[in-house]
Nanobody
Framework: EVQLQASGGGLVQPGGSLTLSCVAS????????IGWFRQAPGKEREGVSC????????YYADSVKGRFTISRDDAKNTVYLQMNDLKPEDTGVYYC?????????????????WGRGTLVTVSS
């Protein structure tokens, strides 16, 4: 059974930090790009960051560049999203997703494996 489980969300004050984890099972993890997405209340889901399967190339949305860092540990089938200097506009449900690497990068493509999200709330 394919599973992607995101965790690590919570309530944090503006300027604070959180690290999200995404643990995968049921597929060959190191052959898949992994992406983080988020959905704020009343808004559409947006891509936050992704990391490629082949060479670990990363991508960040402009809104999180310089504050978020994505990494992967293929031995643990896990991807992390380190989030620093959090802002209220970072609030939302964060999802991790996967797609088989097919000769293209991790950005701007459709992901077909999704897990349940984890809620991040940035508020004072």
């Amino acid at each position: 059974e394919v599973q992607l489980q995101a965790s690590g969300g919570g309530l944090v004050q503006p300027g604070g930090s959180l690290t999200l984890s995404c643990v995968a099972s049921g597929f060959t993890f190191d052959e898949y790009h992994i992406g983080w997405f988020r959905q704020a209340p009343g808004k559409e889901r947006e891509g936050v960051s992704c990391i490629s399967s082949s060479d670990g190339t990363t991508y960040y949305a402009d809104s999180v560049k310089g504050r978020f860092t994505i990494s992967r540990d293929d031995a643990k089938n896990t991807v992390y999203l380190q989030m620093n200097d959090l802002k209220p506009e970072d609030t939302g449900v964060y999802y991790c997703a996967a797609v088989l690497e097919g000769g293209y990068g991790c950005y701007g493509i459709e992901y077909d494996l999704w897990g349940r999200g984890t809620l991040v709330t940035v508020s004072s």
